[in-house]
């Protein structure tokens, strides 16, 4: 297996191994039973397998939660950075038009105006806006992103795709991400749902880096970065 993404693949084998260390008495299920007091209606031969193999069951069921979950929580945090560097790279690109951004009402000495001037003043404030960007949520920072510049899809992504694009989508597994780190317990989530998420935070990524590019005409080789990043993987 070369990712936890391929568990579904040896989830059959992995069950087998769980219930063989039980039987084998590797895992300690069966010292728990030789000092237990039984009542004489139990089988150990037919009823220690059955034990055995639901045990291997919840294990199974166990570890793709925590796959599901740790794959968001994972994805999510790569989008988060992303989208928080493009709204860094836009507002020191284009200060002026993210003015609207800052607390407009917010109080300056005249000190400050006389000594300074106002344009290292809005460049101070502009200045710890960015530093500030980490606080917001992450669709709120895609919404100020896109208030800026223009969203760019990928051309080959169709609307019915999950990947997609939207920003409804991303406060749904922002929502989603919120439940597995706050949550008491974690939540079950279908490895279908954990993967789709995966790619779209995967996506949006790429539509906050590709939205920059175009508005702002960074270069960037698009064939080169796509292999170092299969190259990543593969040394992983």
């Known amino acids: ?34 000092e237990l007091t039984v009542p004489d209606t139990f089988e150990p031969a037919r009823e220690i397998p059955h034990i055995a193999k639901q045990m291997a ?3 199974a069921v166990n570890l793709e939660t925590i ?20 709204c ?14 800052l607390n407009l009402d917010r109080s300056v000495s005249l000190r400050s105006l006389i000594e300074n001037g106002s344009d290292a003043v809005l460049a101070e404030e502009i200045q710890s806006f960015r530093t500030r960007l980490g606080n917001k949520s992450l669709p709120n920072r895609a919404e100020m992103l896109f208030r800026h510049v223009q969203v760019r899809q990928h051309k080959d992504i169709p609307v019915s795709d999950p990947a997609y694009f939207r920003i409804s989508a991303l406060k749904e ?5 919120i439940g597995i780190v706050h949550g008491s317990a974690l939540p079950r ?6 993967e789709n998420a995966m790619v779209f935070l995967h996506e949006a ?4 880096i590709r939205s920059i590019m175009h508005a702002y005409r960074i270069e960037l080789d698009w064939d080169q ?3 170092a990043n299969k190259e990543a993987a593969a040394n992983a």
């Not at 191994?17 to 010292?31: I, M």
């Not at 597994?173 to 991400?177: A, F, G, N, P, S």
């Open 1 to 34: 297996m070369s990712s936890a993404l391929e568990l579904r693949k040896v989830s059959d084998t992995l069950k087998e191994r769980v219930v063989q260390s039980h039987l084998t008495g590797e895992s300690g299920l069966l010292k728990l039973f030789s």
């Open 57 to 59: 069951e919840q294990t």
């Open 67 to 86: 796959i599901s979950a740790a794959i968001i929580i994972l994805s999510h945090s790569t989008a988060d950075d992303v989208f928080t560097a493009a």
């Open 88 to 101: 860094q790279l836009s507002s020191e690109l284009d200060p002026k038009e993210w003015f609207s951004e």
């Open 173 to 177: 597994v922002d929502e989603l991400r």
């Open 189 to 194: 989530i279908a490895r279908s749902r954990s």
């Open 205 to 208: 990524a790429f539509v906050a």
């Open 225 to 227: 970065l796509m292999q």
